[in-house]
């Protein structure tokens, strides 16, 4: 008998732990979690930031490039210990000597030296400017559509949670009623008004609404984990929507794809900086102009310097023949940009026929939740006359097994057409959201 009753303790234990770990959550809680935490917008946001870094890079097409140096050198090379001398301001009369000159004793040159470049006209270096800015842009753009779609997978994942508690709540009432129906057949049996086939038949029935209910409770905990990753939170315990399952209102559908979407503007971006990135190919055939200078401190002790000079200038330079290496990479530009251009034309297309699918599956679903509704208030009215019957011995135990049956199915079948219904219109969203 105490083996029995321990037996039972730890079968009905997994329901109790189930009830005493629910963990309530609103659908305003989800999504806002989701925005400040799911891991594809954080890295989404990091590609933002790189892309940036690399727009940020292309300033150098208008600022100069500064640097210093200090370098130490000694040389009794004649040629060089001269030029150390006179670059320090220190030669005199007895160093034109031509003994002094042929062979020089050792000579120390500290040289402190600034330089910088300042790009004047670099045409190609402008138009990778733009493309770097289109593609920054572009990058954005992605991150937003990233954070629709990750927010439309929340409102999918929060709605799978509901329908799965949902279906619990209901096994849990048609087992309910499926043992108060085994007790009143047992009675019935010992009566003498049925037979053991039709005890049997209510058993059965028993065991196949425990089976269910136990695949939806294993459905709200994947639905759980899922919003949970979804959240990038560890939950300790079982998602339990605060939130109830209803139908949602309808809104005005665009008929036509909208242009501003992020997703359809980020390729349009792309496509652009293709297309500069082909100018800027083509700019490469340009001269260059770019001014140049230095200012240089000497002496022959570290860190000090007597002697100064400086030097300005200018340079344009033109690479008049490559082996033809700028043309081949012009005309992979090129085709990148024509591909680029094609692959946003067939995106465009492909979005309209997804947007027509979608109107069209969500009018179904309303059909489909339309008819649902009226097949479950049928289901409820049959199984309360032949409940009534069967408590007065006027019906089959069949029948009234075949009535509960089908109104569990039918209560089923009207929160997954809800869902149904609440997808395709959330899908919706997601296809008609301009930026």
């Given amino acids: 008998m105490n083996t029995y009753k321990t037996l039972l303790l730890l079968l009905l234990l997994p329901s109790f732990v189930l009830a005493q770990q629910n963990v309530p959550i609103s659908k305003a809680e989800a999504l806002d979690n989701v925005k400040r935490q799911n891991y594809s917008l954080k890295i989404g946001e990091q590609k933002v930031l790189a892309a940036q870094g690399d727009y940020r890079q292309t300033n150098a097409v208008f600022f100069p490039n500064i640097t210093a140096s200090h370098t130490g050198m000694v040389t009794n090379n004649p040629l060089n210990a001269f030029g150390f001398k006179l670059n320090q301001a220190i030669v ?24 910088f470049h300042q790009p004047i006209f670099n045409l190609d270096g402008i138009h990778q400017r733009k493309a770097a800015k289109a593609k920054w842009n572009a990058t954005k753009l992605q991150l937003e559509r990233t954070e629709d779609y990750i927010i439309f997978e929340t409102e999918s994942a929060y709605m799978q949670l509901q329908v799965a508690h949902k279906s619990v709540a209901v096994l849990e009432s048609a087992l309910e009623v499926a043992k108060e129906n085994l007790r009143m057949a047992e009675n019935s049996q010992a009566q003498g008004y ?11 029935r ?9 695949y939806a409770k294993s459905n709200v905990r994947n639905a759980s984990e899922y919003l949970a990753v979804l959240m990038n939170e560890d939950v300790d315990g079982i998602l339990h929507p605060a939130d109830d399952l209803v139908v949602l209102s309808e809104w005005d559908i665009a ?4 242009e501003a979407r992020a997703d359809i503007q980020a390729m349009e971006m792309a496509t652009e900086a293709y297309r500069q990135n082909h100018k800027a190919d083509k700019m490469t055939m340009l001269p260059r102009l770019n001014a140049f200078g230095s200012y240089e401190l000497y002496d022959d002790e570290i860190f ?17 023949f490559d082996g033809f290496k700028r043309y081949g990479k012009s ?18 297309s492909e979005s309209q026929l997804e947007l ?12 489909n939740l339309r008819l649902t509704e009226l097949a479950l208030e049928q ?14 011995g006027l019906e089959k135990t069949s029948d009234l097994l075949m009535a509960e049956t089908q109104l569990q199915q039918k209560q089923l079948e009207y929160y997954q057409m809800v869902f149904q219904h609440n997808y395709a219109l959330a899908y919706l969203q997601l296809l008609t959201k301009t930026n």
């Fill in 356 to 367: 027509n699918k979608a109107k069209r599956m969500f009018e179904d679903a309303k059909n």
């Fill in 194 to 204: 049925i037979q053991h086939s039709d005890v049997l038949a209510v058993q059965v």
């Fill in 206 to 214: 028993v065991t196949e609404v425990e089976n269910q209910l136990q």
């Fill in 304 to 320: 000090k310097g007597d002697a100064s000079g400086y030097l300005i200038g200018a340079a344009l330079t033109w690479d008049l």
């Fill in 255 to 258: 008929a036509e794809l909208p």
């Fill in 92 to 115: 005199t009369q007895a160093d034109f000597d031509p003994n002094v000159l042929n062979d020089p004793s050792q000579v120390k040159m500290f040289a402190t030296k600034f330089e």
């Fill in 379 to 392: 289901s409820e009215e049959a199984l309360r006359i032949r409940s009534n019957r069967f408590k007065e």
């Fill in 331 to 348: 005309e992979k530009s090129k085709a990148d940009f024509e591909k680029a251009n094609l692959e946003l034309d067939k995106y465009k």
